[in-house]
């Protein structure tokens, strides 16, 4: 039975070698500053009119026609938006404070060596960085802002929000600040890592989306709720800080969309809040608990809009209901079409899964479904499951 956080864990498990062509987002990068075939999911194409998003997964493309975002202040920063010459003025100040807090990681893996980024959560030698990063090491080295090498070792890991706390031995780290609030779209945005070896590497742009989604086709819920910027993000930026002008980190790289989809400068973090609620559960047990609702769901194709006579495909339909869970408890069932969940709409499988992450386990939550053609509002009681 597969549920919806194991179909969101499997979008982080692709370990196949990259297929020519394929279109495939790289994240860590060879310690040699070749790209690395791990690989994550593939987008094979973004229109510039965020009209059509295409995605490729296994060789095949099919479209997507309408932009995959959580509701969400304005999307696009405007020119009067846009940072002043003061603030670019101020990075070299903002780099020099937060590169010492700025890590390489190098990871070694039955599979050879790779490379990526991470930040220093705390002086006491608690570092962050992306699940994907570490996922199969065998050997972990952390290669601080100085040029000292330390050994490492995996704390925690949480593959649905693809986050890790990675362990040093060592004491009195500069530790990096994390945001309390969400940055605002137009905000300046300070992208600190290793791209393909390049250690100590820093890109500047803005904050270009907030709530940004990253489709799945359905297959698997993307990545959600992340954090969108123009800043340049390469393969091995994963793990590494966005910052803002103040020297605050805003988020932690995770993903960006390659030119050879027809994208400029797309690149994705996962955002500040999100980082420090998790990483406490990681530091604490070593695993992350999260709100689970116990359905299998899969998006909606003008077939099934016509089934159910939608005007066009919105909603995640309901292929299993796992057994004891939440939604049996609730009632849901096979066949039904999620079309809110609490005072979200629910036009796809992402806006499902970045609506249940709001929520914690034990939360009552109203879950409106489409069955049989007559919409019916079910209250259900979120259970728990532990990841890591």
């Not at 292929?319 to 039904?336: E, F, M, N, T």
């Amino acid at each position: 039975m597969v549920d919806l956080l194991a179909f969101e864990d499997s979008l982080l498990r692709n370990d196949e070698a990259e297929p020519k062509g394929s279109g495939l987002i790289r994240f860590r990068s060879s310690a040699k500053g070749e790209v690395n075939d791990v690989t994550r999911s593939a987008l094979s194409a973004l229109s510039v009119l965020v009209a059509s998003l295409f995605v490729a997964g296994c060789g095949a493309t099919r479209t997507v026609t309408k932009t995959v975002t959580a509701p969400a202040p304005a999307a696009v920063a405007t020119a009067s938006q846009a940072p002043t010459g003061e603030t670019f003025e101020r990075i070299p100040q903002v780099v020099q404070r937060v590169s010492p807090s700025i890590v390489t990681i190098l990871v070694r893996t039955a599979r050879g060596e790779a490379e990526g980024s991470g930040v220093i959560w705390e002086p006491g030698g608690t570092i962050v960085t992306n699940n994907h990063v570490v996922e199969g090491a065998t050997a972990l080295r952390v290669v601080f802002a100085s040029g000292t090498q330390v050994p490492a070792h995996v704390k925690g890991t949480d593959p649905v929000y693809d986050l890790a706390v990675v362990r040093v031995d060592r004491q009195d780290l500069p530790a990096a600040t994390f945001a309390t609030t969400l940055p605002q779209v137009g905000e300046a945005a300070i992208a600190i890592g290793s791209p393909l070896g390049f250690e100590n590497t820093v890109t500047a742009g803005i904050v270009s989306g907030l709530h940004r989604s990253i489709p799945s086709g359905g297959k698997a819920p993307g990545l959600v709720d992340l954090i969108q910027t123009d800043a340049p993000i390469s393969p091995g930026n994963s793990g590494g800080a966005l910052v803002n002008a103040e020297g605050q980190v805003i988020g932690v790289d995770v993903a960006y969309i390659p030119p050879a989809a027809q994208a400029v400068s797309i690149g994705f973090a996962i955002p500040a809040g999100t980082v420090v609620d998790d990483v406490r559960q990681l530091i604490a047990t070593g695993k992350a608990v999260h709100a689970f609702l116990g359905v299998e769901p899969t998006e909606v194709t003008p077939e099934i809009a016509q089934r159910f006579r939608l005007s066009s495909p919105s909603g995640a339909l309901v292929l299993q209901v796992v057994p004891g869970s939440a939604a049996a408890k609730a009632g849901l069932l096979s066949g039904d079409l999620i079309v809110r969940f609490g005072d979200r709409p629910v036009r796809t499988v992402e806006d499902l899964l970045a609506a249940l992450r709001h929520h914690k386990p034990g939360d009552r939550v109203a879950v409106t479904v489409i069955r049989d053609g007559k919409r019916k509002t079910l209250q259900v009681t979120l259970s728990g499951r532990s990841v890591g």
